[in-house]
C-alpha cells in the first residue's frame, strides 16, 4: 500500500535510530528525502500528507540501506552545509563539522581590514570559504598536502564565485611562496592514532590523514605552532581547533614558540576547540 511523506519518513526514522541518537535519525531522514525529491525541508513539511510514488519512494529505500550501512549522509549526498554554505565533500576530505563553525567565527572577530589568511589543510575547503565569503576585504590562501582535497576546495571555490581564494598544494607551509599573514588557521588532525573513535560512525569513511596525528594527537600541531611564527606578521593570530582535552597542551606550546594573549573558546557542546595566539613585535620569530 502506497505510504505518505510522513510515513516513509516515520519508518526510515525507525530505522536509523537503532545507531544514531534518534534526533540525528529525524534529521538524517528528512535530509535523504530532500535529496531524492530535490525539495526542502518547508516542502516536506507542508507535503507531509502526499502520497509519495513509487520511483522516488525506492530511490529513499536504497539512500537509507546505504545510511545503515554506516556510508555517511554527508557522503550519500555529495554535499554538507556549513556556516551557512553548501559545500561539496566526497571521501577525500574530512566531513565539515558544526564544531568547525566555533572557530570561523573567532576568526571572523579578529578581521578589521583587508587581511592575509592562510587555512591550513583546508580540505573541503570550508574554513577558507567561509572566511572569504564573509570577509571580501580579505585574500585566504588555503593549502592541503592531498591533491584530491584540494580539488574539492577548487570545486566549491569555483562554485560559490569567491575570487579572493586561492588553493595552493602544500603540506602545511612546506610549499608556500616567502610570503606572511595576518591571521593562519587550522583544522588539523588531532585524534590519537590508537583512539577507537576512528573506527566508529563516519570517521571510518574519512580519510585518516586528516583525523590522526601521532600517539598523542598532538604531532601536527606541535609542526604548526612550531613553523608558525616565521609565517605571521607582528601581531598576526594562529588559531586552531584541537580535541577537547588538548587545550593545556596546546596553550603550553604557542607559550613556547612567543605566543601571546594567548585564548580558548569552547564549541557549541560546551567543550574547549579552539584556541589562539598572538605574535608580538617583541618577540623573536
Ligand atoms: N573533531 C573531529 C572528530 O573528533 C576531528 C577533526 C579533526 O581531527 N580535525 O570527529
Redesign the pocket.
Known amino acids: 500500500m502506497p505510504k505518505t511523506v510522513q510515513q516513509w519518513l516515520q519508518s526510515a526514522r525507525q530505522q536509523l535510530a537503532q545507531f544514531v541518537p534518534p534526533d540525528e535519525a529525524t534529521i538524517e531522514a528528512q535530509l535523504l528525502l530532500m535529496h531524492v525529491l530535490n525539495v526542502n525541508r518547508a516542502w516536506l513539511i507542508a507535503h507531509a500528507t502526499d502520497l509519495l510514488e513509487a520511483v522516488a519512494a525506492n530511490n529513499f529505500e536504497k539512500l537509507v540501506q546505504r545510511r545503515l550501512q554506516g556510508e555517511p549522509v554527508a557522503h550519500i549526498l555529495g554535499s554538507r552545509e556549513f556556516f551557512g554554505l553548501t559545500l561539496k565533500v566526497t571521501p577525500d576530505t574530512?566531513i565539515p563539522?558544526p564544531?568547525t563553525e566555533t572557530l570561523v567565527e573567532a576568526a571572523l572577530q579578529k578581521i578589521n581590514g583587508p587581511m592575509h589568511i592562510l587555512d591550513l589543510g583546508t580540505g573541503s575547503g570550508a574554513i577558507a570559504l567561509a572566511i572569504a565569503r564573509h570577509a571580501p576585504q580579505c585574500e585566504v590562501i588555503a593549502v592541503d598536502a592531498s591533491a584530491a582535497a584540494l580539488a574539492v576546495a577548487k570545486e566549491n571555490a569555483a562554485a560559490l564565485q569567491l575570487v579572493n581564494m586561492e588553493c595552493i598544494a602544500s603540506n602545511w607551509f612546506a610549499a608556500l611562496p616567502e610570503c606572511k599573514f595576518d591571521l593562519i588557521v587550522s583544522?588539523?588532525?588531532?585524534?590519537e592514532d590508537n583512539d577507537p573513535?576512528l573506527q566508529q560512525g563516519d570517521?571510518r569513511f574519512e580519510p585518516l590523514s586528516?583525523?590522526a596525528s601521532g600517539a598523542d594527537g598532538l604531532q601536527d600541531i606541535r609542526q604548526v605552532i612550531a613553523q608558525a611564527p616565521a609565517y605571521l606578521n607582528d601581531g598576526g593570530w594562529l588559531m586552531l581547533?584541537h580535541g577537547y582535552n588538548q587545550a593545556p597542551a596546546v596553550q603550553k606550546l604557542l607559550n613556547a614558540h612567543g605566543f601571546q594573549d594567548i585564548q580558548t573558546i569552547k564549541d557549541l557542546g560546551d567543550n574547549p576547540r579552539v584556541t589562539h595566539g598572538q605574535i608580538g613585535s617583541t618577540n623573536p620569530v
Open positions: 574530512l563539522r564544531d583544522n588539523p588532525p588531532y585524534i573513535h570517521l586528516a583525523l581547533e
